[in-house]
């Protein structure tokens, strides 16, 4: 998994994915409230040869942190979107059994 970094006018979201292969479907883990990307270690060493992963420390949590508290819900979804398209993905969750 490669660390990465996204920057916002509030601070920045610090984000780990492997490498994006358009043919595979992308998992997305997204640590719920207090909690960071570790929760899903086991689930990501598990998938990371299979699939393809993202996995983020929210804004305020983890290594995104500090983070000014002046978001919401809406600014969490663009910025999620931003780093989607960024990495090339198209898709994310979507699985075809063709």
Same mark, same amino acid.
């Given at each position: 998994?490669? /660390?990465? $970094? %996204? @920057?916002? *006018?509030?601070?920045? $979201?610090? %984000?780990?994915?492997? /490498? $994006?292969? /358009?043919?595979?479907?992308?998992?997305?883990? =997204?640590?719920?409230?207090? @909690?960071?990307?570790?929760?899903?270690?086991?689930?990501?060493? %598990?998938?990371?040869?299979?699939?393809?992963?993202?996995?983020?420390? @929210?804004?305020?949590?983890?290594? *995104?942190?500090?983070?000014? =508290?002046?978001?919401? =819900?809406?600014? !969490?979804?663009?910025? =999620?979107? /931003?780093?989607?398209?960024?990495?090339? $993905?198209?898709?994310?969750? !979507?699985?075809?059994?063709?």
């Amino acid at each position: 998994m490669i /660390e990465k $970094i %996204y @920057a916002t *006018s509030s601070g920045s $979201i610090h %984000y780990w994915i492997n /490498e $994006i292969d /358009e043919n595979r479907p992308t998992l997305v883990f =997204l640590p719920g409230l207090t @909690a960071d990307h570790r929760l899903f270690d086991k689930q990501i060493e %598990y998938f990371k040869d299979k699939t393809n992963v993202f996995v983020w420390d @929210a804004p305020g949590h983890g290594l *995104s942190w500090p983070f000014e =508290l002046n978001f919401d =819900l809406m600014d !969490k979804t663009r910025w =999620l979107n /931003e780093i989607f398209d960024l990495e090339g $993905i198209k898709t994310p969750g !979507k699985h075809s059994t063709e």
